[in-house]
């Protein structure tokens, strides 16, 4: 492996400056569990790597008026374990308990989680189904991205090479709203063969608005636009769940890989986006 000079920032106005005199030339590491292995294979190989793990401003769970805010270094445990996230927004702990391995989660974060852009990364899809945004930081300023537009393609997104994410913002649910994730994977603690993550609100007992994403469905972590429309408007019956099915099947693009095919993910997605969609339902009643 090419050596590397470590760089070590004691605050985030001095990351953004090493990172804006190197760009292209740098990586960020943050808890190293996506960066670290793509090193070891010789993927990359860039000339510095600039520490931000004990940037401890950037760790937090914090209430505002109408939204949780937290840290893009926080880690999984902790947004899985913080009383805060399990009464506001319970399907986020939901999502971090079966993400990897409890090791892992004590070393990965939120933020590097988003900015590896795996498209099988668990968190993207209930973020954007949450409706979540973020934030990212350079020495131009701060910048709002709503995490729908961040994802580009497979491991690439529209952070600039100057640009840190410092923040993701996460609104509360509306009233009667039900929120559910749901993943299918060989093995606990593997990434998902799919997963889907569901948001229904109910006005009654008619669909009044829905966001359903997955995670390993395409390039990028997906919002599955045109399934959401096959519940809004509707009292869900079998019939409608059946149809959930049929379209998300043939809405997602995932491909054949070592895990499964093509063909066996739509089958996954089909049951596992129903099963997403009626446990939202019953949580938002
Ligand atoms: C054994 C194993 C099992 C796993 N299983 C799963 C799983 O089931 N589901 C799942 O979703 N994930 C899984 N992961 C992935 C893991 O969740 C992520 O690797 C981890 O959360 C990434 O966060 P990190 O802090 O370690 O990022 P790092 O590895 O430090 O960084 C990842 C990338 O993001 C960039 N980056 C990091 N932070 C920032 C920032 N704030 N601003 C700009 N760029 C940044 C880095 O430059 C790098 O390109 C698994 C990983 C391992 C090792």
């Given at each position: 492996?090419?050596?590397?000079?470590?760089?070590?920032?004691?605050?985030?106005?001095?990351?953004?400056?090493?990172?804006?005199?190197?760009?292209?030339?740098?990586?960020?590491?943050?808890?190293?569990?996506?960066?670290?292995?793509?090193?070891?294979?010789r993927?990359?190989?860039?000339?510095?790597?600039?520490?931000?793990?004990?940037?401890?401003?950037?760790?937090?769970?914090?209430?505002?008026?109408?939204?949780?805010?937290?840290?893009?270094?926080?880690?999984?445990?902790?947004?899985?374990?913080?009383?805060?996230?399990?009464?506001r927004?319970?399907?986020?702990?939901?999502?971090e308990?079966?993400?990897?391995?409890?090791?892992?989660?004590?070393?990965?974060?939120?933020?590097?989680?988003?900015?590896?852009?795996?498209?099988?990364?668990?968190?993207?899809?209930?973020?954007?189904?949450?409706?979540a945004?973020?934030?990212?930081?350079?020495?131009?300023?701060?910048?709002?991205?709503?995490?729908?537009?961040?994802?580009?393609?497979?491991?690439?997104?529209?952070?600039?090479?100057?640009?840190?994410?410092?923040?993701?913002?996460?609104?509360?649910?509306?009233?009667?709203?039900?929120?559910?994730?749901?993943?299918?994977?060989?093995?606990?603690?593997?990434?998902?063969?799919?997963?889907?993550?569901?948001?229904?609100?109910?006005?009654?007992?008619?669909?009044?608005?829905?966001?359903?994403?997955?995670?390993?469905a395409?390039?990028?972590?997906?919002?599955?636009?045109?399934?959401?429309?096959?519940?809004?408007?509707?009292?869900?019956?079998?019939?409608?769940?059946?149809?959930?099915?049929?379209?998300?099947?043939?809405?997602?693009?995932?491909?054949?890989d070592?895990?499964?095919?093509?063909?066996?993910?739509?089958?996954?997605?089909?049951?596992?986006?129903?099963?997403?969609?009626?446990?939202?339902?019953?949580?938002?009643?």
């Open positions: 492996m090419r050596p590397f000079q470590y760089l070590e920032p004691v605050n985030l106005v001095e990351a953004c400056s090493l990172l804006s005199e190197r760009k292209e030339e740098a990586k960020i590491i943050a808890g190293g569990q996506s960066l670290l292995p793509i090193l070891k294979q993927l990359i190989a860039p000339q510095y790597i600039i520490s931000i793990k004990y940037l401890s401003d950037l760790e937090y769970i914090t209430a505002v008026q109408d939204s949780i805010k937290i840290g893009a270094l926080t880690t999984h445990r902790a947004v899985e374990t913080s009383f805060l996230i399990k009464e927004c319970p399907m986020l702990a939901e999502m308990a079966v993400l990897a391995f409890v090791q892992v989660r004590n070393w990965g974060t939120l933020g590097g989680s988003l900015c590896h852009a795996d498209p099988a990364g668990d968190p993207a899809a209930a973020l954007i189904a949450l409706g945004k973020v934030r990212a930081t350079s020495e131009r300023g701060i910048r709002e991205i709503p995490l729908g537009d961040f994802f580009v393609d497979y491991l690439e997104t529209v952070l600039e090479p100057d640009e840190i994410l410092t923040e993701i913002e996460v609104p509360y649910l509306a009233p009667h709203t039900g929120a559910a994730y749901v993943k299918e994977a060989i093995r606990f603690g593997d990434f998902p063969i799919i997963s889907v993550a569901a948001v229904v609100t109910l006005d009654k007992d008619v669909v009044k608005e829905a966001r359903i994403a997955l995670a390993a395409g390039k990028t972590p997906i919002q599955a636009k045109k399934t959401e429309t096959t519940i809004v408007g509707e009292k869900v019956t079998a019939e409608v769940l059946d149809e959930v099915g049929k379209v998300i099947a043939e809405e997602i693009e995932p491909t054949s070592v895990v499964a095919s093509a063909d066996y993910k739509r089958e996954v997605a089909k049951v596992i986006t129903r099963k997403a969609v009626s446990r939202a339902i019953e949580r938002a009643r």
